[in-house]
């Protein structure tokens, strides 16, 4: 499996994808946001795009669909329960769901809520594995919940689906935001020193050669995996006062997610 990830360069920071199967040169476009720069970038690697794959219904997602598909004829994928906030799907994913793309590449479809409701990720059958997050996981942080999401939504995910994937499961979000997140995550956790040398070593990244990180760094650098923390629950009374001294994850979870809102 081949993966490229494309920069936007736009301001919304997104990465746009391609998968490709090294035998065939068949490709898979995900959310390819900004069509020419996808599609020239499959013209450069000798590539076919057949597919295009939507992770959720936004327009920074699904706004290069239609050029892309009339270069190429490709079908269009996406959440079973998009249909109708998505034109022109072909195919409608569940959880389990597996996309093929040319001989070699196997990626599952998981059913993600809580940035939106109809929101997938796809985790790659390959070893290690690869999950491309979309605006569910972002390096160091977790998507919003602002335009047709839902915060408890978003926990459930982290905690029954993200947080019980391989170690060494690499990250590729929707976005490049690792910065930002990784000021908040330290803003919550000060004393997170690996947080803090990250920061010193991203902060001034080319995102057209990003960091890729994997759930195991994740689980040191994200404030949404960082439940249980004592620094977090600590600073998070400070904010909350009527948080109990040994608050749940979820609702550590929660509170994080709105101090983010505002932050």
């Known amino acids: 499996m081949i993966v490229e990830q494309i920069y936007t360069d736009n301001a919304y920071r997104n990465f746009n994808y391609l998968i490709a199967c090294p035998q065939t040169g068949e490709a898979l476009a995900i959310d390819p946001l900004e069509a020419e720069l996808c599609l020239n970038t499959a013209r450069d690697r000798g590539w076919e795009i057949t597919q295009v794959l939507n992770t959720h219904e936004h327009s920074d997602h699904i706004g290069g669909n239609e050029a892309v598909i009339k270069a190429t004829g490709a079908k269009l994928l996406a959440h079973v329960k998009a249909k109708d906030k998505i034109a022109n799907i072909d195919i409608g994913l569940s959880a389990g769901d597996v996309i093929k793309v040319g001989k070699t590449v196997e990626l599952e479809s998981l059913d993600t809520p809580g940035h939106t409701l109809s929101h997938i990720c796809l985790l790659s059958h390959t070893d290690p594995p690869v999950l491309f997050s979309g605006d569910t996981l972002f390096n160091a942080g977790a998507g919003n919940c602002h335009h047709g999401g839902h ?88 904010a909350f006062p009527d948080m109990s001294e040994k608050p749940e994850a979820r609702e550590v979870f929660l509170k994080l997610r709105e101090l983010r809102n505002k932050w």
């Open 151 to 238: 915060p408890s939504h978003l926990y459930e995910t982290f905690a029954t689906q993200l947080a019980k994937l391989p170690e060494e499961t690499r990250v590729y979000p929707g976005h490049d935001y690792i910065a930002n997140n990784l000021r908040f995550t330290l803003d919550r956790e000060p004393d997170n020193g690996k947080a803090g040398q990250l920061l010193d070593q991203v902060k001034a990244q080319d995102p057209h050669r990003a960091l890729v990180t994997t759930l195991g760094l994740e689980k040191e650098i994200n404030a949404f995996f960082r439940l249980h923390s004592p620094t977090v629950i600590a600073r998070l009374r400070e």
